[in-house]
T-cell receptor, first 113, second 112 residues
């Protein structure tokens, strides 16, 4: 059972575009939603995270939008650059068993120059 | 600052051979430690986690085991590798169960 559904699987944008990656969940016990960025051959790096008591969080060019009623959250990358080309994973943490992160399947983002 | 090290970076092993992957964390004490496996197109799957020395919890029954002989050392092992054990193995740490997890650069394991 996939608890965090991520889309699209892959995404191609031009430099300066705004790629949007979406995630949806069902478990209302999730209380923390991080996004990770992974380059080939490297481990995922924490990019930005949000808790369900806020609707939006910005860090530099990265923004998370969170819709608690719809149980959806998304990552927006402003003014995307070729260096942003990577795989992005959303995740959700179960506050009931708060050690465990459940990950989406990932989105391969390509930003063309 | 805290750092996490995994080795080896790549490993090629024959079916039926044993396995030992090591992960160490520097710059913190009593971290939570995690082993994940990443398969192409399937995200990250939690295999084991540990909240202290000698304390191991398994998430997925399988051919693998984990041990934590020291506070900042986490080891993933197998007595006999299967073809299905191939994958990208990632170690992660967090300061506590409600703190962000930070990943190492992984070990690419190929079983022949």
């Amino acid at each position: 059972q996939q608890q965090v559904k991520q889309s699209p699987q892959s995404l191609i944008v031009q430099k300066g575009g705004i790629p949007i990656i979406n995630c949806a969940y069902e478990n209302t016990a999730f209380d923390y939603f991080p996004w990770y960025q992974q380059f080939p051959g490297k481990g995922p790096a924490l990019l930005i995270a949000i808790r369900p008591d806020v609707s939006e969080k910005k860090e530099g060019r990265f923004t998370i939008s969170f819709n608690k009623s719809a149980k959806q959250f998304s990552l927006h990358i402003m003014d995307s650059q070729p260096g942003d080309s990577a795989t992005y994973f959303c995740a959700a943490r179960d506050g009931g068993s708060n050690y465990k992160l459940t990950f989406g399947k990932g989105t391969l983002l390509t930003v063309n120059p | 600052s805290q750092t996490i090290h995994q080795w080896p970076a790549t490993l090629v092993q024959p079916v039926g051979s044993p396995l030992s992957l090591e992960c160490t964390v520097e710059g913190t004490s009593n971290p939570n430690l995690y082993w994940y496996r990443q398969a192409a197109g399937r995200g990250l799957q939690l295999l084991f986690y540990s909240v202290g020395i000698g304390q191991i919890s398994s998430e997925v029954p399988q051919n693998l085991s984990a041990s934590r002989p020291q506070d900042r050392q986490f080891i993933l092992s197998s007595k006999k590798l299967l073809l299905s054990d191939s994958g990208f193995y990632l170690c992660a740490w967090s300061k506590g169960s409600n703190q962000p997890q930070h990943f190492g650069d992984g070990t690419r394991l190929s079983i022949l």
